[in-house]
Nanobody, 115 residues
Framework: QVQLVESGGGLVQAGGSLRLSCAAS????????MGWYRQAPGKQRELVAS???????NYADSVKGRFTISRDNAKTTVYLQMNSLKAEDTAVYYC?????????WGQGTQGTVSS
């Protein structure tokens, strides 16, 4: 059974930081591209950042220079370090695992930034 369990969300003031974690089980973690998506109220889910099995990263323009994605294959965990947070970063953040046609989602963790 595949499980992606996010943690680390919460409430933070603008300019602050949060670190999200996503612990994966039931998959060959090192073979998957891992990503973080977010969905704000009334908006579509969007890609925030991704990291390939080789360690190449990709970021949405809106978070470049502020967010950093990383992975620890030994711990089967992917992280999202979010700095200089803005009110518009408020959303539910979802972990995603992708390999070919296989895609899995976590349940999401709420991140709220107060201005």
């Amino acid at each position: 059974q595949v499980q992606l369990v996010e943690s680390g969300g919460g409430l933070v003031q603008a300019g602050g930081s949060l670190r999200l974690s996503c612990a994966a089980s039931g998959i060959t973690f090192s073979a998957y591209t891992m990503g973080w998506y977010r969905q704000a109220p009334g908006k579509q889910r969007e890609l925030v950042a991704s990291i390939t099995r080789g360690g190449s990263t990709n970021y949405a323009d809106s978070v470049k220079g502020r967010f950093t994605i990383s992975r620890d294959n030994a711990k089967t965990t992917v992280y999202l370090q979010m700095n200089s947070l803005k009110a518009e970063d408020t959303a539910v953040y979802y972990c995603n695992a992708l390999m070919s046609t296989l895609r899995y989602w976590g349940q999401g963790t709420q991140g709220t930034v107060s201005s």
